[in-house]
């Protein structure tokens, strides 16, 4: 069971460059999220997918864009990397069961990003 | 905005003891609530759920819900120095919303 994979898995940028995170469940799951994990603070959701075809901005979407491909991957895309974006990037999923309080996320390991 | 509140620590307890951790949240909508486990470097890992009032048990840790005081916290019994680690508080609303808190960080010493 891979779960969630995230690639890739280091990166390093120059201010301005563009690229793409990436992200695949195999769980069937009808939502994913992107997060960003700064030193000494917790999760902060950037965008997320409730299901297949839908897309919302979270507490920090400025600078990001996002692509739900399919049911499995859900990409982030940074189109001019800035420095402030330098983070750990972590990608999650979660069933998304209507009427019932169980719902769990599950995170990929995490992508490092360093913009210079 | 809807917020989760911990203490950044670090909580230090002794080799054998109880580790103590808790968090306040805003939203009385919230649904459920989680504890991760975040090792330096990794990713979050699920402890513990809870979405009912009162205690959930599951071997050394312990979960509880007080939705009136809009409290959670995580008891670990018997704390080992492998529990060294940022512990995540987390909610739920809607469903498919989560929100987290900062994060306590706890060192359990030998």
């Known amino acids: 069971n891979a779960g969630v994979t995230q690639t890739p898995k280091f990166q390093v940028l120059k201010t301005g460059q563009s690229m793409t995170l990436q992200c695949a469940q195999d769980?069937?799951?009808?939502?994913m999220y992107w997060y960003r994990q700064d030193p000494g603070m917790g999760l902060r959701l950037i965008y997320y997918?409730?299901?297949?075809?839908?897309?919302d901005k979270g507490e920090v979407p400025n600078g990001y864009n996002v692509s739900r491909l399919n049911k499995r991957e859900f990409s982030l895309r940074l189109e001019s990397a800035a420095p402030s974006q330098t983070s750990v990037y972590f990608c999650?999923?979660?069933?998304?069961?209507?009427?019932?309080?169980?719902?769990?996320?599950?995170f990929g390991a995490g992508t490092r990003l360093s913009v210079l | 905005q809807k917020e989760v509140e911990q203490n950044s620590g670090p909580l230090s307890v002794p080799e054998g003891a109880i580790a103590s951790l808790n968090c306040t949240y805003s939203?009385?909508?919230?649904?459920?609530f989680f504890w991760y486990r975040q090792y330096s470097g990794k990713s979050p890992e699920l402890i513990m759920s809870?979405?009912?009032?009162g205690d959930k048990e599951d071997g050394r840790f312990t979960a509880q819900l007080n939705k009136a005081s809009q409290y959670v916290s995580l008891l670990i019994r018997d704390s080992q120095p492998s529990d060294s680690a940022t512990y995540l508080c987390?909610?739920?609303?809607?469903?498919?919303?989560?929100?987290f808190g900062s994060g306590t960080k706890l060192n359990v010493k030998p």
């Open positions: 939203d009385r909508g919230s649904q459920s």
């Open positions: 809870i979405y009912s009032n």
């Open positions: 999650a999923s979660s069933p998304n069961y209507r009427g019932v309080a169980k719902n769990i996320q599950y």
């Open positions: 769980m069937n799951h009808n939502s």
């Open positions: 987390a909610g739920l609303y809607n469903f498919n919303k989560f929100y």
């Open positions: 997918s409730a299901s297949e075809g839908t897309t």
